[in-house]
């Protein structure tokens, strides 16, 4: 197991107690990003954490998939979730809040982070 696969699966556990193993990236897990066209934050976050987020996904081999909706207040716009995302959808209580970054594992929402502040918190840790 490598350091990357440890921390990144081990922060997530932590996180969310869920017990999630360290294996996380190569179990099939992967960052879906849910952004809205209206929404000021996405284009803040697109600008200013966009580059470092993609350099590190990358780096380190974690998918990401993503889902633009066209209003922050409504993030549950089935019309705008691909077939095998609205699984996840499903799981998501929430109606509004943009940008979204939800880690996904077998199928399960397993961290789920809303604005710029809770990714820096809680999505970043497990990439650095």
Not at 21 to 49: E, H, K, Q
Not at 62 to 79: F, K, L, T
Not at 109 to 124: F, K
Request: glycine share 8%; charged share 20%.
């Amino acid at each position: 197991m490598d350091r990357r696969t440890f921390l990144f699966g081990s922060a997530a556990a932590i996180a969310i107690g869920s017990g999630l193993t360290p294996a996380m990236a190569g179990s099939g897990a992967y960052i879906l990003i849910v952004m809205a066209r209206d929404c000021p934050w996405c284009i803040d976050w697109n600008a200013f954490d966009r580059p470092a987020f993609t350099r590190m996904t990358r780096a380190q081999n974690v998918p990401v998939r993503e889902v633009e909706v066209m209003r922050y207040s409504d993030i549950r716009e089935e019309a705008a979730w691909p077939a095998d995302l609205k699984p996840v959808l499903a799981q998501i209580r929430q109606t509004g809040g943009t940008p979204r970054f939800i880690i996904v594992q077998n199928g399960r929402i397993v961290q789920h982070a809303v604005g710029r502040r809770q990714y820096q918190l809680g999505i970043l840790p497990l990439l650095a």
